[in-house]
């Protein structure tokens, strides 16, 4: 496959910011070295044939992970699949083409740009549809909110070590209730 670069053309991210009249466009130069590892290691978490390919196959694989973790039913499981078809073709992976590897920052932050969009114009968020989407998951006893054991669940679904969940839940928990409510 031969690398392209990413515009409204073929990237979905990039589509919505021209069509609401936002001409943001990536520049390398602005991120730290650090975040740019940090995202290629994410990327090699998903990417789990390691051919350098994302492919929305390889992405559907976590909601299935979901299911074997928590007893999350068939409707569960569906909506998180469905989740994460819309989060990651607005995140850049195409059905059909996937997404290089060599993309998947600019990806990354034109996602992140469209996502700062949608909220000025308030506009519902992808990340908030699939942390919905997994936020009834993760409430195993029904109580409506989302406890620390709770989101060490998601953690070890995705690959992240289980004590990132309390640095998470820390920032996450900003009324410090010791719980996590859908909002948060």
Not at 74 to 99: H, T, Y
């Amino acid at each position: 496959m031969t690398t392209v670069g990413l515009n409204e053309h073929n990237n979905e991210s990039y589509r919505y910011l021209r069509s609401v009249g936002n001409q943001w466009q990536f520049d390398i130069e602005d991120l730290h070295p650090k975040m740019i590892a940090r995202l290629y290691k994410r990327f090699d978490t998903f990417d789990l044939d390691s051919d350098g390919n994302m492919e929305m196959d390889e992405i559907l694989y976590w909601p299935d992970r979901m299911r074997q973790l928590v007893n999350a039913t068939d409707e569960q499981v569906e909506k998180m699949r469905e989740a994460c078809k819309i989060f990651f073709f607005n995140k850049g992976v195409d059905p059909v083409n996937g997404l290089l590897r060599e993309n998947w920052v600019e990806s990354n932050r034109v996602f992140a740009e469209a996502e700062r969009e949608r909220e000025r114009r308030g506009e519902p968020s992808m990340i908030a549809m699939l942390s919905n989407a997994y936020y009834d998951v993760l409430d195993d006893d029904g109580d409506g909110t989302v406890s620390v054991d709770e989101l060490k669940t998601m953690m070890k679904a995705f690959d992240v070590p289980q004590e990132a969940a309390y640095t998470f839940f820390e920032k996450a928990d900003t009324d410090k209730s010791g719980a996590l409510e859908r909002d948060e």
